[in-house]
């Protein structure tokens, strides 16, 4: 385990893309490449430290514990260093006096959870085979989250006044805002007009295999100023660059390649002022006054089932399956995807890098039920060695069911699976852009499934907060799933806990343990996340939200469907088609 003391960085006029550069090339071993992240850091191997009550053994009694409460800043800890997590950390960081900050995360290498990228030279995990990649390895990789989108009008704000009461328009405003300074500085960049695309279905069958509609387009005059502006950026040299740029410079505690055990982790002390001790691998992490959830799936929920703040761990409980139900669910439903990367090479007359030549970079994938997305990371992040030696690097995202199909353990994929898949995607890709079969020829491929991938339903109270709180056991959750499942969602949960626990007030109340989870239609469409949701449909999903605390927080009866949401056209619908007689309905609650 590597400690990252972020209080220690000092201010550099060093770039990000020069900080991934250092970094890029100081990893010639697992641990160099964790120290190298930023020229200022200071990084030292977890056990030697002790101060604070992070690492070591810790107070030795509850009584120490009780006394070293007076006249310091609360800790808190974070487990899950990636949007959410690291963006909750650097607000309550901004107030060092009132809060001493770590951040447990398990990431290898570097933070950033599904922001997460893999850079030339990174090496492999101990005890395993190096598969000695001579091309992927030359190129920058986004492991999951492949893009980050803003939608703004011009007239929007984030300093409108808080009696405001549309909060979707205030949050999109917000991240908007984050996502400027972050292109200001460096660490993102629009993607090019015409580079971002969605291969669709072709009208008529004389139209080919597929059709481009452009998601971005050359600015005109034409398009009104109140309209909806949606834009779509990537990170510079990597989307995990948005992950350090929320740990650079901030004045909080980061620490890397820790597991905090599921099993008993996390134990609650009920008499004592520090409420919360961690431990992992027979360690003691620390002693802290607060603890934040900033992550999801089985082990998040494991973590709180054994504590006393029963509230959150049934939020917690997890589904996983490809779709949520029409009606929401009782459980957060995480789907999963397959995210295949392969080299082929750039001077195939019938390959991939022909059918879909420059200004192209990525897509997402409408015309074959197998595939979500498509993206050239070689493009994305151009690199020399790979453009001298005629090689393209592309990205492939499986659809939801075509996972949910092919399940594998996450961990170690047995590898006649990962022949089996790998081969069914390239076909499927094949099959998209309307090639003969075989003429996608990877000279190298890496098959990865990410597991607990995208939150298909989110969780809404009646007050519309964007995060949980359970005042009693001093406990706070944050992620997407609160807001949005998306880059967005993760960062403006992340902010508004920490601007709860930051309010002048004695003691933070308890938020957002009542409420109801309502599908996101948005992530179901996109697969891979929700991309430009628009505020009337976070609206719709708060007014749901109020309907179903109205009626007990119950599954909605087809009467409730039909007199909710009547000015919905897509709602309308819907109702419609259930109003219809269906003898394969299924209505019970155990088959949702």
Not at 260 to 265: H, I
Not at 379 to 391: A, C, G, H
Not at 542 to 555: D, F
Request: hydrophobic fraction near 35%; charge should be positive; charged fraction near 20%.
């Amino acid at each position: 385990m590597i400690l990252f003391q972020s209080r220690r960085w000092n201010r550099s006029a060093t770039t990000a893309s020069l900080a991934v550069l250092v970094a890029m090339l100081h990893c010639s071993t697992q641990r160099a490449g964790v120290a190298a992240l930023n020229l200022n850091m200071m990084a030292k191997p977890y056990a030697s430290i002790s101060s604070q009550g992070i690492g070591g053994n810790g107070p030795s009694s509850t009584a120490d514990i009780n006394q070293q409460q007076q006249g310091r800043p609360q800790r808190v800890a974070i487990i899950g260093g990636g949007v959410a997590g690291l963006s909750c950390a650097q607000q309550l960081s901004r107030t060092p006096s009132e809060f001493d900050v770590t951040v447990f995360d398990t990431g290898r290498l570097r933070p950033g959870g599904r922001l997460s990228s893999r850079l030339p030279g990174d090496g492999i995990k101990e005890g395993q085979e190096d598969p000695g990649y001579q091309y992927l390895n030359q190129c920058i990789l986004d492991h999951a989250a492949q893009i980050i989108s803003t939608t703004t009008t011009e007239t929007e704000d984030a300093d409108d006044d808080e009696n405001d009461d549309d909060t979707s328009n205030h949050r999109m405003a917000a991240f908007a805002q984050q996502v400027q300074q972050w292109e200001q500085e460096g660490v993102v960049q629009e993607f090019p007009p015409n580079s971002l695309c969605n291969i669709a279905k072709p009208r008529s069958e004389t139209d080919g295999a597929f059709r481009f509609r452009p998601l971005l387009k050359a600015a005109t005059t034409t398009t009104p100023a109140s309209s909806p502006q949606t834009k779509y950026y990537h990170g510079v040299q990597g989307n995990g660059n948005i992950a350090l740029a929320l740990a650079r410079n901030a004045n909080f505690n980061l620490v890397q390649d820790v597991w905090v055990s599921p099993s008993n982790g996390a134990r609650y002390m009920e008499k004592s002022q520090q409420k919360w001790k961690l431990q992992a691998a027979g360690q003691v992490l620390g002693y802290f006054d607060q603890l934040i959830i900033a992550h999801n799936g089985k082990c998040a929920d494991r973590l709180m089932s054994q504590t006393p703040a029963k509230a959150v761990h049934q939020l917690l409980r997890v589904n996983f399956a490809s779709s949520a139900p029409s009606w929401g669910g009782h459980k957060m439903t995480l789907n999963s995807i397959y995210s295949l990367t392969i080299a082929v090479s750039s001077n195939s007359k019938t390959g991939i890098s022909q059918t879909l030549p420059p200004p192209f970079i990525a897509g997402f994938v409408q015309n074959q039920t197998n595939l979500r997305f498509l993206t050239c990371a070689s493009r994305k992040y151009p690199s020399d060695t790979l453009q001298r030696d005629k090689i393209e690097v592309w990205t492939i995202l499986s659809s939801p069911t075509f996972a949910k199909q092919h399940k594998a353990p996450q961990e170690f994929i047995p590898p006649e699976k990962a022949a089996e898949v790998t081969h069914l995607l390239v076909t499927a890709l094949e099959e998209s852009l309307g090639l003969e079969s075989g003429a996608i020829d990877p000279l190298e491929s890496r098959l990865q499934l990410w597991g607990a991938a995208v939150p298909l339903n989110t969780w809404q109270t009646s007050r519309g907060e964007g995060f949980l709180y359970d005042a009693e056991h001093h406990v706070g959750v944050c992620g997407d799933w609160l807001v949005e499942s998306s880059v967005a969602g993760a960062w403006t949960s992340g902010q508004e806990l920490a601007h709860h626990l930051q309010q002048p007030i004695t003691k933070p109340t308890t938020v957002g343990l009542e409420g109801c989870f309502v599908r996101s239609e948005a992530a179901h469409r996109g697969g891979i996340a929700s991309f430009g949701e628009s505020p009337q449909a976070a609206a719709a999903a708060s007014a749901a939200a109020r309907q179903r605390k109205e009626n007990g927080n119950q599954k909605p009866s087809r009467s409730n469907n039909n007199n909710r949401n009547t000015n919905n056209n897509n709602n309308n619908r819907k109702r419609r088609n259930q109003n219809q007689p269906n003898k394969n309905r299924v209505t019970s609650k155990a088959s949702q």
